[in-house]
């Protein structure tokens, strides 16, 4: 069984900073991709940054220059580090680990963000 938890999100105000964690354990093992993705009110799921197991990042635009994504392999754990937030930020963030060398994909529970104005 494979669990993804997420934990950092909360409150905070617009221009302030947030920094969220994902772990994936259990029977886990072939992790390439290791992402965040968000959903807003009343939007769809969308992408937010994703992060190769060389490290390789890629963004949204939305979140470019003010996100940085990064992993401990060895923790299997991956982070999100998110400045200069802004009220369209607002969105719970879920974690998708792809594992298995891509063959299989899980998600966490999410975690809330809230960026006031």
């Known amino acids: 069984q494979v669990q993804v938890v997420e934990s950092g999100g909360g409150t905070v105000q617009a221009g302030g900073s947030l920094n969220l964690s994902c772990a994936a354990s259990?029977?886990?093992?072939?992790?390439?991709?290791m992402g965040w993705h968000r959903q807003g009110p009343g939007k769809q799921r969308e992408l937010v940054a994703t992060?190769?197991?060389?490290?390789?990042?890629n963004y949204a635009d939305s979140v470019k220059e003010r996100f940085t994504i990064s992993r401990d392999n060895a923790k299997n754990t991956v982070y999100l580090q998110m400045n200069s937030l802004r009220p369209e930020d607002t969105a719970v963030y879920y974690c998708?680990?792809?594992?298995?060398?891509?063959?299989?994909?899980?998600w966490g529970k999410g975690t809330l963000v809230t960026v006031s104005s």
């Open positions: 259990g029977t886990i093992f072939g992790i390439n991709v």
């Open positions: 992060i190769t197991s060389r490290g390789m990042p």
């Open positions: 998708n680990v792809r594992w298995l060398n891509g063959m299989m994909d899980s």
